[in-house]
């Protein structure tokens, strides 16, 4: 197969040179380096790369081209190689209009021009992106099959899992004729659906998350009964203590019921991240971090829903089943939380048929030309409008106040407000939904005069309240009155220790009730419901294990 291409384009021939002799310099012996002067020739040639079967890894733009200017340049790109990463060439006036493409394009980073020396300002940066686009699959390269039907809610939980697992696949509705093809291949029939066609064609019906993550090659067994570490939750909280506790030499192992990367996993760009000026996608950062526990050691667990906790002496005690279990010296409870449930008249029957709760982004091409609905007003359901923008006519944002700045960084309202498509309706809240088959209308409230009307609208996403997973916690660790696992001076804060406590001193800051369980990220009560907090507390909950280990 032919080396993957990197191609620049810059109308100013010198700068021209320069960039593609960079680029070839230190890419030359793994990649084909391609320049040219304008994005009408860029086009073209993309198209020939496109034409032969080539890959093309990387995009450099410089954003002052006459004609089609850098950022046009990009979005047209997009629809040849959606996966090729994107870099806009910019001098430093033009800063305001680099950020404002990163969501235009999803631009992947802006470099301002001169960057000498390359070696600290331009390899480092196509470094990370090549090594971001070779752990990307291509979805045409797989040969995962999802057949299924556009408004069943067991299709969507299907490609909902292989996404947020970044599994490739591809998707086949029943009733066309590759997706009939298929079903009649299989001896299978549209009352067998959802259909996963495996890599070496076995045909799985309606398979559970377990299934799936078996036959993709997720981990779904313990390699031991034992560890000094259980990280029980994937999002940033527990994957920055699978990080920290495999790099510091315990045997760890992080259980995830669904997918890595938790709420922030599903965001398309958070962009007020350390380190991160351009943005990183949720599924990016998402990626970045699995791999990284993995290279220090730490073992990840899919599909695996952990049901209750034990303290069996010096030992902690997870059980995954009513025959499974794990063993640790210590846990971090890192299991995050989960949207509340929109109480209104008719909707509960549509959740996955048009009624989603989180981004969904699975299902944003589909929104292409229609209208979208987002009930809630914290920065989640801000980066979800930005996102679907992108596809749908217009986005509706439904909040209870009067505006989104009691609940929202400036810095989405800013884009928010920047955006033609986008459309704030305070002071209305959905008391219903209608539909044959999915949603179809939704009927909206104005909370100050009661005035109600009905609009139409398959698409509705539910970014509402926050309901800590802890259920299974329940008599075991101590809680407040919202299931939020209490903590370190927290428990301590009447004057006693938790009643059981049977150490001489109190219980460390991310110490939960019973001694060597710790909490960390939003489950915690009274934590800071952020990413960068997060990942904080996990890495801060590794620190106290050793801690508490070091003191056994």
Request: charged fraction near 20%; hydrophobic fraction near 40%.
């Amino acid at each position: 197969m032919a080396n993957p291409t990197i191609l620049s384009v810059d109308d100013d021939p010198a700068v021209s040179r320069a960039v593609a002799r960079d680029l070839r310099r230190q890419y030359g012996d793994r990649y084909r380096i391609v320049r040219a002067l304008s994005g009408g020739d860029a086009l073209e040639a993309l198209r020939e790369i496109k034409l032969r079967g080539d890959r093309l890894a990387l995009m450099l733009a410089d954003y002052r081209m006459p004609q089609m200017n850098g950022i046009e340049f990009l979005e047209a790109a997009m629809d040849l190689f959606p996966l090729a990463r994107r870099v806009l060439l910019t001098a430093y006036s033009d800063t305001e209009a680099a950020i404002a493409a990163i969501n235009v394009v999803d631009l992947d980073h802006y470099l301002v021009k001169p960057w000498s020396p390359p070696e600290e300002h331009l390899y480092p940066v196509i470094d990370g992106l090549l090594e971001l686009w070779h752990a990307t699959p291509d979805p045409g390269e797989t040969q995962i099959r999802v057949v299924g039907h556009r408004w069943s809610a067991p299709s969507f939980a299907v490609r909902d899992f292989l996404t947020r697992n970044l599994v490739p696949y591809r998707w086949l509705l029943s009733d066309e004729p590759e997706g009939e093809g298929l079903l009649a291949a299989a001896g299978l029939s549209t009352a067998d659906l959802p259909v996963v066609v495996t890599q070496d064609g076995k045909p799985l019906v309606s398979p559970t998350e377990r299934e799936l993550a078996s036959q993709v090659g997720l981990r779904t067994v313990p390699a031991s009964d034992f560890y000094d570490l259980v990280v029980v939750g994937g999002g940033p909280a527990g994957l920055g203590a699978a990080v920290y506790g495999a790099s510091e030499g315990l045997r760890t192992i992080l259980v995830e019921e669904r997918a890595t990367g938790g709420q922030a996993g599903q965001s398309s760009r958070i962009e007020n991240y350390l380190g991160f000026p351009d943005g990183v996608s949720g599924s990016q950062l998402t990626d970045r971090a699995r791999r990284q526990a993995l290279k220090f050691g730490a073992e990840i667990l899919s599909a695996q829903r952990v049901i209750a906790l034990e303290a069996a002496g010096a030992g902690r005690v997870l059980h995954l089943g009513p025959e499974s279990s794990i063993a640790a010296h210590t846990v971090v409870l890192a299991t995050g939380v989960s949207y509340r449930r929109l109480a209104a008249a008719g909707l509960e029957g549509f959740a996955g048929a048009g009624v989603f709760y989180g981004s969904a982004v699975t299902e944003a091409p589909s929104c292409t030309g229609e209208d979208v609905y987002i009930v809630g007003g914290a920065n989640s359901a801000g980066q979800a409008a930005v996102h679907f923008s992108r596809y749908a006519r217009r986005v509706h944002i439904l909040i209870r106040q009067g505006d989104l700045a009691r609940s929202m960084s400036s810095y989405l309202i800013d884009q928010i407000n920047a955006v033609d498509t986008i459309e704030v309706h305070p002071w209305t809240e959905v008391t219903g939904g209608a539909g044959d088959g999915h949603l179809q209308e939704l009927t909206l409230r104005d909370t100050r005069s009661g005035a109600a009307r009905t609009v139409a609208s398959s698409w509705l996403f539910v970014f509402i309240g926050a309901e800590p997973r802890t259920q299974w916690l329940e008599g075991v660790v101590t809680r407040d009155e919202r299931g939020f696992v209490v903590t370190g001076p927290d428990l301590v804060a009447g004057g006693g220790r938790p009643a059981g406590w049977r150490l001489p001193r109190d219980p460390y800051h991310l110490e939960s009730s019973v001694p060597g369980v710790f909490a960390a990220g939003d489950v915690r009560s009274s934590s800071v419901k952020r990413v960068a907090s997060a990942v904080g507390e996990g890495a801060m909950a590794v620190s106290l294990v050793h801690r508490y280990l070091e003191a056994q």
